[in-house]
């Protein structure tokens, strides 16, 4: 899964993408003009992030690039499968918990997984939902918060009423608008 982000510039979208591209467009929106309400958003959260614009152009990307998904394998040492992007966490469960996965045909890792997995479809599209409307809240709540309907608006998308929360963002300015709907559309997994 490929990271995006957006940068914007008070109201105005200045860039969308993978991290260094939009980092390395808001520094240089930044060097051509006084500095404003510059904010980078994660796409997947809708949440602003903080990042060092310090250094030359090559330091920036090399310092945001994403790791390589090889080194990660790599360089990941112990148990699991790293290469199939299994991560190791703690689990703490009680003692009837442990006794019912040491039960379970392929030990607990296989059995949690596959409860996980069918918690999430039974989930559905209530998951996906709740994921759309906390991206686009948040993004709404930095971008928007005193903007005219921006009350009515949160209702309207906690609502599921697409309608009426296009209605009331229909006076703010474009870019922003476009994002919080786009924010707030359900994506496949």
């Not at 920036?60 to 690039?65: I, K, S």
């Given at each position: 899964m490929t990271l995006s982000f957006t940068a914007f510039?008070?109201?105005?979208?200045?860039?969308?993408?993978?991290?260094?591209?939009?980092?390395?467009?808001?520094?240089?929106?930044?060097?051509?003009s006084a500095p404003g309400a510059m904010l980078i958003f994660n796409d997947d959260t809708g949440r602003s992030i903080d990042v060092?614009?310090?250094?030359?152009?090559?330091?920036?990307?090399?310092?945001?690039?994403?790791?390589?998904?090889?080194?990660?394998?790599?360089t990941a040492k112990g148990r699991g499968r790293p290469k199939l992007g299994v991560v190791a966490r703690e689990v703490t469960l009680l003692p009837r918990h442990w006794d019912w996965l040491a039960t379970q045909p392929g030990g607990a890792s296989?059995?949690?997984?596959?409860?996980?997995?069918?918690a999430r479809r039974a989930q559905g599209d209530k998951g996906r939902i709740r994921q759309a409307q906390e991206r686009a809240y948040h993004f709404m709540s930095a971008t928007a918060g005193d903007l005219p309907g921006f009350e009515e608006a949160i209702r309207a998308l906690y609502a599921g009423d697409r309608e009426r929360l296009a209605e009331q963002m229909a006076p703010w300015p474009q870019d922003l608008r476009e994002h919080a709907l786009a924010l707030a559309a359900e994506r496949a997994e």
């Open positions: 510039d008070g109201p105005r979208r200045l860039a969308s993408g993978p991290l260094p591209a939009v980092a390395l467009a808001v520094r240089r929106a930044l060097a051509q060092d614009l310090r250094g030359s152009d090559e330091e920036l990307t090399a310092r945001l690039a994403p790791a390589s998904t090889d080194a990660a394998a790599e296989v059995a949690l997984r596959k409860l996980v997995e069918e």
